[in-house]
Nanobody, 117 residues
Framework: QVQLVESGGGLVQPGGSLRLSCAASRSIGRIYVMAWYRQAPGKQRELVANILSAGRTNYADSVKGRFTISRDNAKNTVYLQMNSLKAEDTAVYYC???????????WGQGPQVTVSS
């Protein structure tokens, strides 16, 4: 059974930092794309950043220069380092992975990130 286990959400003050992690179970096999999405109340889910298996990354304009996505292929784990957090970064953050074997994407449960003073 495929599982994505996320951790690292919480409450932080503006300007602070958080690090999210998402570990995919071994049963998923090798992963092509690992990504983070977020959804704020009343808004659509949006892509925050993704990283391909060879390391190429892509970021939403709103997080460029503040967030860094990385992955550890040996551990099937993706990370999101979030610095200089703003109130508008408040959202539920979802991990998303697409395996090389195809068959669709898998989603994590979505830790809450709240940026507030």
């Amino acid at each position: 059974q495929v599982q994505l286990v996320e951790s690292g959400g919480g409450l932080v003050q503006p300007g602070g930092s958080l690090r999210l992690s998402c570990a995919a179970s071994r049963s998923i096999g090798r992963i092509y794309v690992m990504a983070w999405y977020r959804q704020a109340p009343g808004k659509q889910r949006e892509l925050v950043a993704n990283i391909l298996s060879a390391g190429r990354t892509n970021y939403a304009d709103s997080v460029k220069g503040r967030f860094t996505i990385s992955r550890d292929n040996a551990k099937n784990t993706v990370y999101l380092q979030m610095n200089s957090l703003k109130a508008e970064d408040t959202a539920v953050y979802y991990c998303n992975v697409i395996p090389w074997s195809g068959g669709g994407a898998y989603w994590g449960q979505g830790p809450q990130v709240t940026v507030s003073s």
